[in-house]
């Protein structure tokens, strides 16, 4: 058997990295094949922001000249500073069903992290809690959502085989055929509004910079708190916010206000996972067309963050946005949606989301394994 793990440095290991997952998921009706393009920019460290704070080393397993496995290795240095401590990252796992070619991925992700100084490995993120991350281990009978991962149940024991524990499990919620907000809600929040003199504003188009900027401030300020949360750079933010332009609908993402200043915002997009199912990753030359023709037909969105300034909360602020979000989506035809992901000690959110009628269907699982 001709197995060999090599670092990714040459193209056609590049083109053996981008491959594996098409080796793992072929046939499964449940993966969302990225979009190459997109792919290849993130795993870029010239081109993406978030490599200029970290440094990270990319594998891959082959075997007769079959890509079967690959995984990073990832120093993410901004992490390091904030939390004060020394954990390295592994992330865009993928592996056919064999653990000893599992094993041989995590060593080297694991050599590679000890000698960067790492004493914890964590994972997996692809690259950060700021992207895709997390190990999907239950809820594997339906696609994945907008920006959220998808494995094969197989992955779990791979990792705790290895000596992977549970760090932190997070939440997916779903909510079905989402009724008008009841009268309840709406006396509430009119309520609120005049006693906290809140007001809620779509982001605006026309100054789509500046918009950009305060929501850049506040993202990092109400969620610096929160378990392995990494403030994003102002370059980082603007790249994220360069790429959901091209898809998202101002109208789904209010800002709260309070004379004039933001104080807590949603950020919410159609689930264009279920367009680019069908593209295979192609975005020319007529995936364009099916992706920017298809997204108002959507009919399912994905919440990916709610959040106000920790002076503001307990005020209901937070099921004002979701009001907001309610109105706004049904007077578009959608009444479901997912909204992703939630700590699981997160009680005041998840409160919230049971008190609307969600449910949580998937529930995905950070680990750690101590470096040795």
């Not at 449940?30 to 440094?55: G, S």
């Not at 789509?208 to 994003?232: I, Q, S, T």
Request: net charge positive; with cysteine.
């Amino acid at each position: 058997m001709a197995l060999r793990f090599r670092k990714v440095t040459t193209k056609a290991d590049w083109r053996a990295f981008l491959h594996v997952p098409r080796e793992i998921y072929r046939g499964n009706p449940n993966w969302v094949p990225p979009l190459a393009a997109a792919q290849k920019e993130l795993l870029d460290r010239a081109r993406h922001p978030f490599h200029k704070h970290a440094a990270v080393e990319y594998y891959v397993a082959i075997e007769n000249g079959r890509p079967i496995g690959r995984i990073a290795a990832i120093v993410n240095h901004r992490h390091n500073e904030v939390h004060g401590d020394r954990v390295g990252f592994f992330g865009f796992f993928e592996v056919v069903d064999d653990f000893e070619i599992a094993r041989g991925l995590f060593r080297a992700a694991e050599r590679h992290l000890r000698r960067a100084g790492m004493e914890i490995m964590r994972g997996p993120v692809n690259p950060s809690t700021n992207d895709e991350c997390g190990l999907l281990v239950e809820g594997f009978d339906s696609p994945p959502v907008f920006l959220m991962p998808y494995n094969p149940p197989y992955y779990t024991s791979v990792l705790e085989g290895y000596g992977f524990r549970k760090a932190k499990d997070v939440y997916a919620y779903l909510l079905e055929s989402v009724p008008d907000a009841p009268e309840r809600m709406r006396r509430a929040a009119d309520a609120i509004r005049a006693r906290y003199g809140v007001r809620i504003r779509p982001i605006d188009a026309r100054a789509f910079d500046r918009d950009v900027d305060a929501l850049h401030d506040l993202y990092n300020a109400c969620w610096e708190k929160n378990w392995g949360f990494v403030p994003m750079t102002e370059e980082e933010f603007r790249h994220l916010a360069k790429d959901l332009r091209r898809i998202a609908d101002p109208a789904l993402i209010p800002i709260a206000e309070i004379d004039g200043k933001p104080i807590g915002f949603a950020l919410v997009v159609r689930d264009i996972n279920r367009i680019l199912i069908r593209m295979d990753g192609r975005l020319f030359p007529f995936g364009i067309f099916r992706l920017l023709f298809g997204i108002r037909r959507v009919r399912f969105i994905r919440i990916i963050t709610l959040g106000v300034l920790p002076e503001h909360r307990n005020r209901g602020i937070e099921s004002l946005l979701v009001k907001e979000i309610f109105d706004r989506s049904i007077e578009r035809g959608i009444r479901d949606g997912e909204m992703s992901w939630i700590l699981e000690d997160n009680a005041p959110m998840t409160n919230l989301l049971v008190r609307i009628g969600a449910r949580r269907y998937k529930t995905y699982r950070f680990y750690d394994a101590p470096i040795a």
